[in-house]
């Protein structure tokens, strides 16, 4: 009966107004529901890491699918996407999620057409002290015979390695870091050669993923660089920046450096501030 009267409002509803839209809708996502056709996204963080998936549905068909958006002034292709999170621990911890591989909504069907997975890592307390992540899950009807079919096993392991990006921002020079993770081999080996590193990801074809289990776990690894190639010299006491030219942000012959700040502390070297 709650079904019957929902879908009743929205024919009533018109379409046009802001509030009209905002009610119809609300009551066709009251009425729609997922797939039983689902896999189950898996894996481990380190500690102080926090992980978090969104999957997104796009229409099974090209036309038909359509809502009213108020915003674009006329019809777009309905959209849905869900998302959870995993909270950052002091210790690993991990984490199991079912995904749906459709939804239904409004008489029609949303298929899952990827699934973005997100890594979370703080380097110091405060708003600009969390890095972010990860890679990416790409759902095809279709797929070329050269992609490799699902493990026979029934789970597809994915390996991501994570470390800091640094770099000077502001006027004072203050350190900060940003995260960037790559795909790992099965030895959690990286390529030595950066430019030769891979995003994390997998491409996946619908009709092999219902019941499976995808599986993907996150390390932190010990290694920094320069978030700019060249901008900073290696040396025996560490890290230090080259002062910027008006011609090059790069190091010159002979380099000159500058001094940074690390929580407002003055520091001529990366990790260990003093030489």
């Given at each position: 009966m709650r079904r019957l009267i929902l879908l009743l409002s929205v024919a009533l509803l018109g379409s046009c107004s802001w509030?009209?839209?905002?009610?119809?809708?609300?009551?066709?996502?009251?009425?729609?529901?997922?797939?039983?056709a689902h896999f189950t996204l898996t894996g481990?963080?380190?500690?102080?890491?926090?992980?978090?998936?969104?999957?997104?549905?796009?229409?099974e068909k090209s036309t038909g699918c359509v809502r009213f958006s108020p915003g674009m002034g006329g019809?777009?292709?309905?959209?849905?996407?869900?998302?959870?999170?995993?909270?950052?621990?002091?210790?690993?911890?991990?984490f199991s999620y079912r995904i749906p591989l459709a939804y239904q909504t409004a008489g029609?069907?949303?298929?899952?057409?990827?699934?973005?997975?997100?890594?979370?890592?703080?380097?110091?307390?405060?708003?600009?002290?969390?890095?972010?992540?990860?890679?990416?899950?790409g759902i095809y009807d279709t797929?070329?015979?050269?992609v490799p079919p699902f493990p026979t096993s029934g789970v597809r392991e994915l390996r991501g390695t994570c470390m800091w990006l640094f770099r000077l921002m502001g006027n004072n020079n203050s350190l900060v870091k940003g995260l960037v993770c790559h795909k790992a081999d099965e030895h959690w080996a990286v390529p030595q050669d950066y430019d030769q590193r891979r995003r994390l990801g997998a491409t996946l074809r619908r009709n092999e993923l219902n019941g499976?289990?995808?599986?993907?776990?996150?390390?932190?690894?010990?290694?920094?660089?320069?978030?700019?190639?060249?901008?900073w010299l290696n040396t025996t006491a560490g890290w230090k920046p080259c002062i910027e030219t008006h011609t090059s942000i790069r190091c010159q012959n002979p380099p000159e450096f500058r001094p940074f700040l690390i929580n407002g502390r003055k520091c001529t070297v990366y990790p260990n501030c003093t030489e």
């Open positions: 509030v009209g839209n905002a009610i119809k809708e609300g009551a066709i996502e009251a009425v729609s529901y997922s797939s039983r481990k963080v380190p500690a102080d890491y926090a992980f978090k998936y969104t999957a997104y549905y796009q229409p019809y777009v292709p309905r959209e849905h996407a869900e998302q959870a999170k995993t909270e950052p621990s002091s210790e690993a911890q991990t029609c069907t949303l298929k899952l057409a990827n699934v973005d997975l997100l890594a979370f890592a703080t380097y110091q307390p405060g708003d600009f002290g969390t890095g972010s992540d990860g890679g990416a899950l797929l070329p015979d050269s499976k289990t995808v599986h993907v776990e996150f390390r932190h690894s010990q290694e920094e660089r320069p978030l700019f190639r060249g901008t």
